[in-house]
């Protein structure tokens, strides 16, 4: 009788949602994400047992939560990927390109944002590190100094902005109660950003001439007004200083919190401090990565100083591939940061996009957990607005899907479809093992034919599209596209439909 009892209180537990528990206890977990930058699916060990960079501090986190073998950035690039994580939203349904210099918010002013949604549950929202979502720069600016030129296009310089006016329409104005940050970290104005306002006026042009060089990469730097005595190897620090202090000043509060650390690295320039400097086997950018992997050991013993580790979720992705540096880093140190993965940052491939995707929930997810659930960075918004019991609005996070349960091990997965792009006329759709490439390749800018003939890829098809099963194939070897033409134009189909908006 005390068995079955027991049985029946087990099963009714088990229709009790997570998010009625909090409501009643008023425990909502605190939420930190850690958002890397060109962060590739092999540079994490603990998935690459042929990687030539330790990452102690993920690894670890993976043992402690659950690690993702298949999870997705939305895009190939980073301003769309980010959109796409922050509204629960395909970022192709409004854009594909970057915020470029000086450009503005990629967020209309009725599109519900993560940061918001967890607002209306009392959260108190911090964004620290980089943006790229835009802002309304036209606000700050001088309209009557028309735009200087370098090599032929047109820049600003220090005397084209109000520096003492707050900049309008940027991640305050979108959910995030507070911001700390320099928005792109090649990109101008090269200064810190906090809440709307810049901490010192740019006075000078940016020099890459006057930084310590580079050991790995180009400055990838883009002209613009900088701060006297900026220094590029200071901004990961910097960030993760910054978002440790904000942690540990959390110690007294009740409130929950959502902490977006949005780092810069391992995006080039490829800048790690000199005490990272040979801690890889996988020259300088091996090095960034190691300091990021710590970047991420002291955000999350901050929060461990606190006593609030063990009601927060953590998250750790990256916005997509690797760039094409990495390229000559396989062939120079064999460490191919896309590992086992074809294609690269841009690309529609798998390396442009799938990315590593670890979470930790003390007390819900099983330790030593490993997942091959199809998931999204879209997903997220859904997942966290089914744990608290939020109701989402119509029209508003339309392609997210929650995969709560399987986060708890109640579901093994939770969609079986996901639609991959960067470039406006390349798309691709993943349907459970299948990827359908709509396009003659996956590549953005060209094959690397060295690379391929190196890992004995075969020579171009000629075909329209292509189709692989990851089931078998996950290197994107094998064009099975002539073999299975009724499954590549039931598949074109279908991403037309999603396209379309028709069904999802």
């Not at 036209?138 to 200087?148: F, G, Y």
């Not at 299948?434 to 190196?454: A, C, P, V």
């Not at 004995?456 to 089931?471: F, G, I, R, V």
Request: aromatic content about 12%.
């Amino acid at each position: 009788m005390r068995t079955l009892i027991r049985s029946l209180v087990a099963l009714v537990a088990s229709f009790i949602s997570f998010s009625e528990v909090w409501a009643e206890t008023q425990q909502h977990p605190n939420i930190l994400i850690l958002y890397a930058d060109d962060f590739g699916y092999g540079d994490l060990a603990c998935q690459n047992p042929n990687s030539k960079i330790p990452t102690p501090t993920l690894d670890e986190l993976a043992s402690q939560g659950i690690r993702f073998t298949d999870g997705h950035s939305s895009s190939g690039i980073c301003t769309p990927s980010r959109y796409a994580l922050l509204t629960g939203r395909y970022h192709w349904r409004e854009f594909h390109n970057i915020v470029g210099i000086f450009g503005g918010s990629k967020f209309a002013a009725d599109r519900l944002t993560m940061p918001e949604m967890l607002q209306q549950r009392s959260y108190h929202t911090a964004a620290i590190g980089k943006w790229h979502l835009g802002w309304d720069w036209d606000a700050v600016r001088n309209h009557e100094l028309k735009p200087m030129n370098a090599e032929t296009k047109p820049c600003y310089g220090p005397n084209h902005f109000d520096w003492s006016k707050p900049i309008p329409d940027g991640p305050l104005a979108h959910g995030f109660d507070y911001y700390f940050g320099d928005d792109v970290i090649n990109f101008p104005p090269f200064c810190w950003i906090e809440n709307d306002r810049v901490t010192e006026p740019p006075t000078v042009m940016a020099n890459s001439e006057n930084w310590k060089p580079l050991r790995e990469g180009n400055w990838e730097t883009r002209p613009g007004p900088m701060v006297q005595g900026w220094d590029p190897y200071k901004r990961l620090p910097t960030i993760t200083e910054r978002a440790a202090e904000y942690c540990r000043q959390l110690k007294e509060t009740k409130k929950p919190f959502f902490l977006y650390v949005a780092f810069p690295s391992p995006h080039a320039p490829i800048v790690p401090a000199e005490e990272f400097n040979d801690t890889s086997e996988a020259g300088a950018y091996g090095d960034y990565v190691v300091q990021t992997d710590d970047a991420c050991r002291q955000i999350l013993e901050a929060i461990e100083s606190t006593g609030k580790s063990d009601n927060t979720l953590v998250i750790f992705t990256s916005d997509n591939g690797p760039e094409r540096y990495a390229y000559e880093r396989d062939r120079k140190f064999q460490h191919w940061s896309s590992a086992p993965l074809r294609g690269l940052k841009r690309d529609i491939y798998e390396g442009g996009h799938r990315v590593p995707f670890l979470v930790r929930w003390p007390g819900v997810i099983k330790p030593e957990s490993v997942s091959s659930a199809l998931v999204s960075q879209i997903d997220i918004m859904a997942t966290l607005a089914e744990m608290l019991d939020f109701e989402i609005p119509n029209g508003q996070a339309e392609d997210s899907q929650s995969f709560l349960s399987v986060l708890t091990g109640k579901a093994a997965s939770a969609r079986s479809e996901h639609v991959h792009n960067t470039y406006a006329k390349k798309y691709a759709l993943r349907y459970g093992q299948w990827l359908l490439i709509d396009h003659k390749d996956g590549y953005s800018k060209g094959k690397n034919t060295e690379w391929e003939q190196r890992h004995s890829y075969p020579e171009d098809d000629n075909q329209k599209t292509e189709l692989y099963d990851l089931s078998k194939d996950l290197e994107q070897k094998v064009n099975l596209a002539q073999r299975f033409p009724e499954r590549v134009e039931a598949m074109q189909e279908r991403l037309a439909q999603i396209r379309a908006n028709s069904d999802h």
